[in-house]
């Protein structure tokens, strides 16, 4: 029969990711969706730590930052809107207080540092080529927090721009952990906000870029935007805005991702985790019957059996024990 579909087949993967993995992930707000998979797998992954950022160039100065963890201060915030932000960082970690704002950004600065210098894999997701620097000082900023639009100068990074800033980053990486595993996807997310021909422009310039920088550090590259915009290609696995997957594109993505970077015995303990998770979330109609004490203690032991793996089930023990 005739395939009436554009079928994305990920390449072979070059390494296996498994639950002993300690894993790092950085960037759009699509690299912060299959995080979260990760986590409800319970996968050590520390996501985000600037929060989503779009432009390579901010995912650089992100890399480099928790390479030499040089604490943020007071001079690093500005105040707008009744709150604290820093340039650097998403607007989850702006609070009403310098001292509330410092004490989110470096807490998060310091674990992720240690996360990054000892991670088995990154995870990189560039979103957009389009970036944004403040006309004071021309810096690079990863979030605008709703500033005046008269602060900024909108500009468009070349596949060189990108290349140079991720191989220096790239570099300052590989010099402190070198045995860290590079994974790099482009986002499926298009950013309509400067129109469809500047969405496509910035998405060339990001494929270009990543082209070079996969040849020469030898990255690993997996086929988000291509899974989405090429094989699942029907608006029915969008969002509302019609610019974002959704969550049953997330899943297939995801699930394209578990047949690729799973070997046999993850994927075993991810079923099982399904199991667990799904039993903590069952409401019994009679908890006190005997099938109901002999389905408790049916999970209760499962996790048991996890539990020599390292993986945390406290929340889901505590539901199922109370």
């Known amino acids: 029969m005739k395939n009436f579909r554009t079928v994305v087949a990920p390449d072979k993967a070059s390494f296996q990711i498994n639950h002993a993995h300690k894993l790092v992930s950085i960037g759009s707000c699509f690299s912060e969706n299959i995080g979260k998979k990760f986590q409800e797998y319970k996968f050590d992954i520390n996501i985000n730590p600037f929060g989503q950022q779009y432009n390579p160039a901010s995912i650089a100065t992100a890399i480099n930052r928790l390479l030499e963890p040089v604490p943020y201060t007071e001079k690093d915030l500005v105040y707008h809107d009744e709150l604290f932000h820093s340039f650097d960082h998403h607007g989850s970690f702006s609070r009403s207080t310098e001292k509330e704002t410092l004490e989110v950004i470096n807490s998060n600065l310091e674990i992720a540092s240690k996360a ?20 004071s000082n021309q810096k690079t900023v990863s979030n605008c927090h709703k500033l005046s639009g008269n602060q900024f100068e909108r500009f468009m990074l070349s596949p060189g721009d990108i290349s140079r800033v991720m191989t220096e980053s790239i570099s300052n990486l590989r010099k402190i952990n070198p045995e860290v595993r590079i994974l ?64 049953q594109a997330t899943n297939y993505v ?8 799973f070997d046999k015995k993850t994927t075993e303990t991810n079923k099982d985790i399904e ?3 799904a039993a903590a979330r069952h409401r019994p109609r009679n908890a006190k019957s005997e099938a109901h004490k002999k389905f408790v203690a049916k999970y209760l032991s499962k996790i048991e059996e996890l539990k020599g793996s390292g993986l945390d089930f406290g929340e889901e023990e505590k539901v199922l024990r109370r």
């Open 184 to 247: 790099a996807t482009i986002s499926p997310v298009r950013y309509f906000a400067f129109g469809h021909y500047e969405n496509s422009v910035s998405k060339a310039h990001l494929f270009t870029a990543l082209h070079g920088l996969i040849e020469d550090f030898k990255l690993d590259y997996f086929p988000a935007y291509e899974l989405v915009m090429d094989d699942l290609r029907d608006y029915r696995f969008f969002a509302e805005d019609m610019l974002h997957p959704n969550y």
């Open 254 to 261: 995801w699930d394209s991702f578990a047949k690729t970077y």
């Open 116 to 135: 990054l210098k000892e991670a088995d894999v990154l995870f990189l997701t560039f979103g957009t080529a389009h970036a944004f620097s403040l006309l």
């Open 275 to 277: 199991e667990i998770t």
